[in-house]
């Protein structure tokens, strides 16, 4: 049964603290993303990545990291250099051909302690 | 600058009736549109998409309209249910780039 999972579905982190979020699919799609979203907020691009070893950065990449070693697998790091990390996270996937929609996890809700 | 938007937060709709969602965008180079159902501590799900060659698309009790010349994206639900209480997000696609709505809340009333 192929589809996105994000874990942990929930994660606290003390400040000054880097925490990894995890994304993982089994869909074999080259494109993956990471978005944030706030109450009241659509969805903000973090990074993306359209194939392995290549990603390109957001509209709100500043405290965050990437890396794409495996096409399966894109963790999302929240830096301390990341002023107001508390949100929910999203990550998605898609063929990476025009036109295509994305696939979403369920996704991590991130608070700081 | 919010590309998509989606200017209604919410909606309440009484069951069997018709639910009707909008969504404005500005930039005319998207050339595809598609709309995901949020429900609460979940990913959004892939729920219908129009090609901006069209101006209607049809899938079961769902159907999606676009009218370029307005900007103007909206998605009706006939008859609505109360599994279809969710909040609804547009989005629209240039090239690889994705760019979502604030999303709409909507409640069908049994």
């Known amino acids: 049964d192929g589809g996105i999972t994000q874990s942990p579905k929930y994660l606290f982190r003390k400040e000054g603290q880097n925490v990894t979020l995890s994304c993982e699919q089994n869909l074999n799609h080259d494109a993956m993303y990471w978005y944030r979203q706030d109450p009241g907020q659509g969805l903000r691009l973090i990074y993306y990545?359209?194939?392995?070893?290549?990603?390109q950065k957001g509209d709100i990449a500043e405290g965050y990291s990437v890396s794409r070693e495996k096409k399966e697998s894109f963790p999302l790091t929240v830096t301390s250099a990341q002023k107001n990390p508390t949100a929910f996270y999203l990550c998605?996937?898609?063929?990476?051909?025009?036109?295509?929609?994305?696939?979403f996890g369920d996704g991590t809700r991130l608070s700081i302690l | 600058d919010q590309q998509v938007k989606q200017n209604s937060p919410s909606l309440s709709v009484q069951e069997g009736r018709i639910s009707i969602l909008n969504c404005d965008y500005t930039n005319s180079m998207f050339d595809y549109f598609l709309w995901y159902k949020k429900y609460p501590a979940e990913g959004p799900t892939f729920l219908i998409s129009?090609?901006?060659?069209?101006d209607k698309n049809e899938d079961g009790r769902f159907t999606v309209f676009l009218n370029k010349s307005a900007k103007h994206l909206s998605l009706h639900i006939v008859p609505s249910q109360p599994g279809d209480s969710a909040v609804y997000f547009c989005?629209?696609?240039?090239?690889?780039?994705?760019?979502f709505g604030t999303g709409t809340s909507l409640t069908v009333i049994p």
């Open positions: 990545s359209q194939i392995v070893n290549d990603f």
């Open positions: 989005a629209a696609i240039t090239g690889n780039q994705f760019y």
């Open positions: 129009i090609s901006s060659i069209k």
């Open positions: 998605a996937s898609s063929l990476g051909v025009a036109n295509q929609p994305q696939h």
